[in-house]
């Protein structure tokens, strides 16, 4: 399955607006979510949320990368769906 776990994680945390929420949803550790979070802001060069005892809130810069983690998504969603069901017989 093609996939790029740091735009998953990202997109996670948007849905659930937590740490703790997304790495429940996902499966692993608050610190393991937190670790991809920060190296994919880091990449970026940019803080993707402000973070508060309240949660989680997309700053400017994370508004305008949700747009293109929701199209690399997608793209991934797409090719799944053409070649491994097709190719994994």
């Given at each position: 399955m093609l996939e790029?776990?740091?735009i998953k994680v990202f997109l996670t945390l948007v849905d659930t607006g937590s740490l703790t929420a997304a790495a429940r949803r996902l499966g692993v550790t608050g610190p393991a979510v937190g670790a991809q979070l920060s190296a994919l802001e880091q990449?970026?060069?940019v803080e993707l949320f402000h973070r508060s005892n309240t949660g989680?809130?997309?700053t400017p810069s994370g508004d305008v990368?949700?747009?293109y983690a929701r199209r690399i998504q997608d793209a991934y969603d797409l090719a799944n769906?053409?070649?491994c069901?097709?190719?994994?017989k």
């Amino acid at each position: 399955m093609l996939e790029d776990y740091k735009i998953k994680v990202f997109l996670t945390l948007v849905d659930t607006g937590s740490l703790t929420a997304a790495a429940r949803r996902l499966g692993v550790t608050g610190p393991a979510v937190g670790a991809q979070l920060s190296a994919l802001e880091q990449h970026l060069g940019v803080e993707l949320f402000h973070r508060s005892n309240t949660g989680l809130e997309l700053t400017p810069s994370g508004d305008v990368f949700l747009g293109y983690a929701r199209r690399i998504q997608d793209a991934y969603d797409l090719a799944n769906r053409a070649f491994c069901n097709v190719f994994a017989k």
